[in-house]
């Protein structure tokens, strides 16, 4: 069974810095791209960051370009969202994703991703 769990996530003050992590099983994690998304309420889910299967390419929404960072260890099936000089505006709920499609892209859009965790809460305020 294809499991996305995600964890790191808490309550931190603007200007702060925060490490996500998720942990994937039950397909081949080295198959997929893999993605960020972070849902705030009351909004639709945003794009985060996304990653290729070697780790080589990354991409980034423009609310958080310079700020954040995507990694992946394989040998490990996980994959990290490194965030720094957080603002408010980051408080979300944030999920990773995976993307199986055989191709280069990196896809931008929720319904581009096939597998999904059930989301990590990250607040910043002071």
């Known amino acids: 069974q294809v499991q996305l769990v995600e964890s790191g996530g808490g309550l931190v003050q603007p200007g702060g810095s925060l490490r996500l992590s998720c942990a994937a099983s039950?397909?081949?994690?080295?198959?997929?791209?893999m993605g960020w998304f972070r849902q705030a309420p009351g909004k639709e889910r945003e794009f985060v960051a996304a990653?290729?299967?070697?780790?080589?390419?990354?991409r980034y929404g423009d609310s958080v370009k310079g700020r954040f960072t995507i990694s992946r260890d394989n040998a490990k099936n996980t994959v990290y969202l490194q965030m720094n000089s957080l603002k408010p505006e980051d408080t979300a709920v944030y999920y990773c994703?995976?993307?199986?499609?055989?191709?280069?892209?990196?896809?931008?859009?929720?319904?581009?991703?096939?597998?999904w965790g059930q989301g990590t809460q990250v607040t910043v305020s002071s």
């Open positions: 990653i290729s299967r070697s780790g080589g390419r990354t």
């Open positions: 039950g397909y081949t994690f080295s198959s997929s791209a």
């Open positions: 994703a995976a993307d199986i499609r055989s191709d280069p892209l990196l896809r931008t859009r929720r319904y581009e991703y096939e597998y």
